[in-house]
């Protein structure tokens, strides 16, 4: 009997880590804890603006603009490469070219265009961090890109290395409906500290 629970509960390792830790991020996020930790990241930001990223950032006008083109570059292809692999899992194009070689692919592209996405907006949120602080909407995107980050590499990039004949298709194209609606998310909050900044 032992064996058996033993073996159970090691087949839900991951699951039961991921509900522990939703379980712990909801209790941080309604305790008095999450007030006071966001109170005290105040002199963060402060300290990011004096930062060299932060004097470029607010004195060469010309500097933020080059480096927030290639942040939004490095978005349209981290986009485009979530769009072709999830369009892909739920069979709406490259039918003819196994599912497997489209998601290596593009998970390269993803980890590139993630990689100067996160090099760019730390550089831009330097420049201006005294500001996106007060801005509730920057909070929800660097909520979402977690996420986002969470569940490409500890959920959706470990289920399908499996050969995905072995998973029931309804859960792969769950895990592809998921990605995209994080993604776009991600993608929307982005733009909206935009309007809420102006």
Known sequence: MSTTSATTSGSYTKTITVVTLVLLILAFSFSSLRRDTWLQLYEFFLWMET???GVIGKTWGAVFAIVEAFHLLAMALLGGAVVVADAR????????IPAREILDKTHKVFVAGLI?????GIFM?????????????????MLALATGIFFVFFIRRPLLRRDLNEIRPIVVKLVAISSMLVWVTVAATGRWIGFAGS
């Open 51 to 53: 930062t060299p990223f």
């Open 125 to 141: 949120a330097c420049g201006v961090a005294g500001k996106i602080y007060w801005l509730p909407v920057f909070w929800y995107k």
């Open 89 to 96: 899992l739920m069979g709406w194009i490259f039918a003819d």
């Open 116 to 120: 100067v996405v996160l090099a760019t």
